[in-house]
């Protein structure tokens, strides 16, 4: 018998009596995914003598299960189990999910249906987790306990961040997943004076910069031989602007009366970095009315992780440092004079169960912009249960931390 899948758990069984030769009640054992997916553990190799777990399309038969049909055993006697859905038809039971990696919120919602974990299968995780303020008090003691480290110290916010109430999210690999580093350089142009002042104490110091810097005062006279020329230009270009209305600059004062300007000293200088970002669209077509429940969810849980909170009693510990939820005062006293920072995300491109380390890594994100289109394709389509046809959804992510040559080790 083949092993079942590891996202499949056996939840009852369930009776086909249209399948008997004779009559007899046929029953067969029914498993979930946990995302209202249905599956019967099924004969697939009649020679072989080999079963494994076929997905349940029919409709009749998917409301049977969520109705409270199943039985405990195959006897007909059997007492039944509790129903794994309720009634609601976009409701669906995660408890019976494995998740395919560090558990994120009460289970996951995958498009397509059949998303593995398992083997070399490529997909995309999207772990929800509870935003740290980074000058929080958790955040400067978990810093704090890294201080002999700076690489540490500065991502220690972010690490081990709680999971949110959210399920994990499970999309198949899109077009378009790319990794863009920038770095700011830009040509930046020092006057003579400028420049024999910082030259001078650059060398000065042997090395020791940060005594060169407080040392420009006292270097700074050897450098002003050319400063009456200078403020001389300076004055001329005033005085023009303020009698004929004329702009010019000193370069040109320089050029018209000497016939030659200001070295203009120009370097490269490095200017930092910015926080890199990440766009991922997704175009869902559900197959079934089970596919397309996903794909609502899927919707709903990105809706929910990007907008902030407007309930105090929901917004975190914060509101208790207030006093917003203590036993004197209600949990919405302070009404909605704050809202809760929304969600962060981990973005986790993986390979079976485990991360692959051949893809850039990314930090915890933000996500800054989240886009749902019911016409991807240029033509309203809805279903027999209302459900899009096909659903199209763009999220735009910001990394909350930079990236730097010491994270290139890790992956990032």
């Not at 002999?148 to 500065?154: D, F, K, P, V, W």
């Not at 596919?291 to 907008?307: G, R, S, W, Y």
């Not at 659903?391 to 910001?398: K, P, Y």
Request: proline share 5%; with cysteine.
């Amino acid at each position: 018998m083949a092993d079942a899948p590891a996202n499949v758990t056996k939840i009852g069984y369930l009776d086909f009596p249209l399948r008997s030769w004779a009559g007899e009640t046929n029953y067969a054992q029914i498993g979930s995914d946990g995302q209202g997916n249905y599956y019967e553990w099924s004969l697939i190799d009649s020679d072989l003598g080999t079963y494994d777990w076929t997905l349940i399309t029919d409709d009749d038969d998917i409301e049977r299960i969520r109705g409270g049909s199943l039985q405990s055993s195959p006897e007909s006697t059997a007492p039944s189990v509790p129903a794994p859905d309720s009634s609601t038809p976009n409701s669906f039971n995660t408890s019976l999910l494995t998740p395919a990696v560090a558990p994120a919120g009460t289970g996951s919602l995958r498009y397509p249906n059949n998303v593995s974990t398992k083997g070399d299968s490529h997909y995309v995780l999207f772990n929800f987790k509870k935003y740290k303020p980074p000058f929080s008090a958790a955040a400067n003691q978990a810093a704090a306990a890294q201080s002999n480290n700076a690489y540490n110290a500065y991502n220690a916010n972010t690490n081990n961040l709680e999971a949110s109430d959210l399920a994990q999210v499970l999309l198949y690999m899109p077009e378009g997943v790319a990794a863009s580093y920038k770095a700011n350089w830009d040509g930046k142009a020092f006057g003579n004076v400028a420049a024999g002042i910082l030259r001078t104490a650059g060398s000065a110091m042997d090395g020791d910069y940060a005594n060169a810097i407080r040392s420009l005062q006292r270097t700074a006279g050897k450098s002003l031989d050319r400063m009456p020329e200078y403020l001389a230009s300076k004055a001329i270009t005033s005085l023009t602007k303020k009698l004929t209305g004329d702009s010019i600059g000193i370069q040109d004062v320089f050029s018209s009366i000497g016939g030659a300007i200001l070295n203009p000293n120009v370097e490269l200088i490095f200017g930092g970095h910015d926080l890199r970002t990440l766009q991922l669209t997704f175009k869902m077509v559900p197959y079934n009315k089970t596919e397309a429940i996903a794909v609502d969810n899927i919707v709903t849980t990105f809706k929910k992780a990007m907008l902030p909170t407007l309930n105090a009693g929901d917004s975190g510990d914060f509101w208790g440092a207030l006093g917003g939820s203590s036993s004197t005062k209600p949990a919405n006293t302070y009404g909605t004079g704050y809202i809760g920072v929304p969600n962060l995300v981990q973005v986790t491109f993986m390979k079976g169960g485990r991360e692959n380390d051949r893809v850039a890594k990314y930090k915890v994100c933000s996500i800054t912009d989240f886009d749902v289109n019911y016409s991807p394709d240029g033509v309203y389509a809805i279903g027999p249960d209302g459900y899009p046809v096909a659903t199209e959804i763009r999220v735009n992510l910001m990394e909350t931390k930079l990236v730097y040559k010491e994270d290139v080790a890790y992956g990032y």
